[in-house]
Nanobody, 123 residues
Framework: VQLQAFGGGLVQAGDSLRLSCAAS????????MGWFRQAPGKGREFVAF????????YSRDSVKGRFTVSRDDSKMTMYLQMNNLKPEDTAVYYC?????????????????WGQGTLVTVSS
């Protein structure tokens, strides 16, 4: 499956953005999906996970309550709604398809990745 993430941009603190991850070339509904982010000079960090039935999991409290992950299998697309953005949310955001093994929070357990979309939050 090929993944393409888009929807990033430059926003101010407190603003909202919705990222999309469009899939092609595979059976999107069969994949558990995740969002990760990578800030400058840091490793790739787990943000959110959604399984095939729509059950969601989020990273620690820094995004819980502000970010919402969802999917529309009919459109082969996953979304990340980000509200009340903070400067510390600045990062390249990646979507990925899980390899149906291991931890949902570990990047190494994901087989397919989108190219990333940059989110910059100014204070």
């Amino acid at each position: 499956v090929q993944l393409q993430a888009f929807g990033g941009g430059l926003v101010q603190a407190g603003d909202s953005l919705r990222l999309s991850c469009a899939a092609s070339g595979g059976n999107f509904s069969a994949y558990r999906m995740g969002w990760f982010r990578q800030a400058p000079g840091k490793g790739r960090e787990f943000v959110a996970f959604i399984n095939k039935s729509g059950t969601v999991l989020y990273s620690r409290d820094s995004v819980k309550g502000r970010f919402t992950v969802s999917r529309d299998d009919s459109k082969m697309t996953m979304y990340l709604q980000m509200n009340n953005l903070k400067p510390e949310d600045t990062a390249v955001y990646y979507c990925a398809a899980h390899g149906n093994r291991g931890s949902y929070a570990s990047p190494s357990e994901y087989d397919y990745w989108g190219q990333g979309t940059l989110v910059t939050v100014s204070s």
